[in-house]
Structures are given as C-alpha cells and as structure tokens.
C-alpha cells in the first residue's frame, strides 16, 4: 500500500523566511501529486499539481518539485507570510488506483 | 459559489441515530468521493462513485453507505452513527490522472 510521509509535522519560521516542506513517498507509480493547504476546520485547497512527467511546478512564491524515482517531493514558499500560516498536504494519485494517498501534513507557523 | 457544497457544515448527533451528510458540485465530474480526515491519521476514502450507477468501498467503509442522486449529487449516510465516527468529513471530486482534486469545506460531525 502506498504510504505518504510528511516532516516535520510542524514549523515555525519568522516572516520573510524562506521555507521547504518534504513529502516522501513508497511507491513510485503515481499518475501525479498534489500539494494542499488546509486552514483550522476548512476543507482542502489545491496549491499545484505536477504530472509523473514533469518535474517542477511553480505558482507564485510556490515551488513545487518532483522526484518520482526516488519517491519524494519538496515545495517551497518563499519570503514566507503570516498569511502562509496553515496545514500543507501533499497526496498522489496511485497508477490503477482510483483514490488520492495523503500524508499526515505539516502545519507551519509564520511569526509576525 | 463553491464547485464542491457539503451540507450541514457542522452536525452533533446521539448514538445510534441515522445521519445523512449531502455533497453538490458544479464541476460536472463523473467522478465524486468522501474522505473522513482525524488528527495525525491523515485523510481516508470512505467510498466513491464513477458515476451515478456506479458505486465502490473505499478503505474504511464499514459502518457507512452512499447514495450518488445525480452526477452532481453524492450523499454519505452512517446509519447507526457512534462516537469513533466523530470525525470531519470531506466530499472530492475528481480524483484523475490529469486534472486537480476539488475538495467541499468540509462537515464536522459529532457523535455524542
């Protein structure tokens, strides 16, 4: 079974820091992954998605990469912002399985 | 609006009730899905559905039923609630190889 690790669990980082989240995963058939964020008691909001093909995608301060050989994946926030305050998830979508694997996430603090 | 509406956003039920959570999107997707997220576990897939006759069990569905109304419409019923399904409930659709995954704001259910 595919399993999704996420570390750290939690950071913290002082405004205008910039800032790297990790994401691992086991099994590297995947379609694609997809970075999340969450806020306290919201639903899921996508941040970028990457095809097993490519190996980078970016959106604004967001840089999200892919290794698929080697089954890990790293987004990066620069010039971080209280506003970036929230719980990061990253999931991939298994080849022949028909549902997103998520890790636990990390749930990063930006101090003021 | 919202591509993907869960109803009721917050719910506190007794056990042994029946309770329905209601999902709509406007996305036109086939393909929809509920996801139960608990701290430090991650999310989990309850069931999904390809399409309106078309339903699957997920990797907790024991416990849970589903109902998919109309390509928009997907329903998760816990028949018989009990306090480890406390629990927040998310709706998704789709989960696919090319496109991202649209996530409802959630429902926060309670079982007292």
């Known amino acids: 079974k595919q399993e999704v690790t996420q570390i750290p669990a939690a950071l913290s980082v002082p405004e205008g820091e910039n800032l790297v989240l990790n994401c691992s995963f086991t099994d590297s058939a995947i379609y694609n992954l997809q970075w999340f964020r969450q806020d306290p008691g919201k639903g899921l909001t996508s941040l970028l998605l990457?095809?097993?093909?490519?190996r980078e995608q970016t959106s604004g301060r967001l840089n999200a990469s892919l290794d698929k050989s080697s089954g890990r994946s790293t987004l990066y926030i620069a010039a971080s912002q209280p506003g970036d305050s929230a719980t990061y998830l990253c999931?991939?979508?298994?080849?022949?399985?028909?549902?997103?694997?998520f890790g636990t996430g990390t749930r990063l603090t930006v101090i003021p | 609006d919202a591509d993907v509406t869960q109803t009721p956003r917050n719910r506190i039920t007794k056990t042994g009730k029946r309770i329905m959570l209601e999902c709509s999107q406007t996305?036109?997707?086939?393909?929809m899905y509920w996801y139960r997220q608990d701290p430090g576990l991650g999310l989990q897939l309850i069931y999904y559905s390809f399409d309106v006759k078309d339903i699957n069990k997920g990797e907790i569905s024991d416990g849970y039923s589903v109902s998919r109304q109309a390509q928009a419409k997907f329903s998760l019923s816990l028949e018989s609630a009990i306090p480890n399904q406390t629990a927040l409930y998310f709706c998704?659709?789709?989960?696919?190889?090319?496109?991202?995954?649209?996530f409802g704001q959630g429902t926060r259910l309670t079982v007292v």
């Open positions: 990457i095809q097993s093909s490519q």
């Open positions: 998704a659709t789709p989960i696919s190889m090319n496109t991202e995954a649209f």
């Open positions: 999931a991939v979508t298994q080849t022949g399985a028909n549902n997103l694997f």
């Open positions: 996305k036109g997707h086939d393909r």
